[in-house]
């Protein structure tokens, strides 16, 4: 089962539904997805660190959806700098579920910012227990920001995979990776920064 919040249906869930899986959307900002499929199930809700008539978070979600069904998940995310509400306070029971994570993360050109930066080292912290990040990818409408030899570009795709899922691992050393592809294709290519995948 895929859970993805973000805009309407894109090519990535249909591509889920027409693999059989089932796919449920959540998006307070729409009334309905852009595509029909009858492995489509949508909350008008935003997904958010607390429930009320416009937001939902993400475990009551789950447990509303899948009320009986204790199986590994699949999660896209694309919300727009909640991410980071939302991860801090899911439940480590729910983001143990989670197979496959597919977020999108913002605000990366804020790591200089102290504030921001503790929050975001307590998400990916969180994320890193359980899940091993499999690809960054840059997006190329996003800022790139250098700051004291360290380069980051304003927002990247993560890919996690959970590390029961894992056997000889190996460092990726060639960027772009031959799967990238960009965000805009009118736009030159975001390259992920060396301070990303350097050691």
Known sequence: MLFPWSFPASGFEKECANRGIKVFL????????????????????????????????????????LPNNKGDLILQMDIEKFEYEVFLSMSEKLI???????????DLDQLW????????????????????CMHIHPNNIANTQKLNGIETTQAMEFTFLRKDRINNAQLQTIFPHPLDCDNDPNEPSTILPSSWHSH
């Open 96 to 106: 143990s579920r989670f197979r496959i994570m597919v977020i999108e993360f913002h």
């Open 26 to 65: 959540a998006d307070k900002s729409v009334s309905k997805p852009a595509e029909e499929d009858k492995l489509f199930h949508f909350s008008n809700k935003f997904i958010g660190s607390f429930s009320n008539e416009d937001f939902m978070t993400i475990d009551s979600w789950v447990d509303q959806s």
């Open 113 to 132: 910012n102290q504030s921001f930066f503790n929050i975001a080292e307590r998400t990916f912290e969180k994320i890193l227990h359980t899940h091993s």
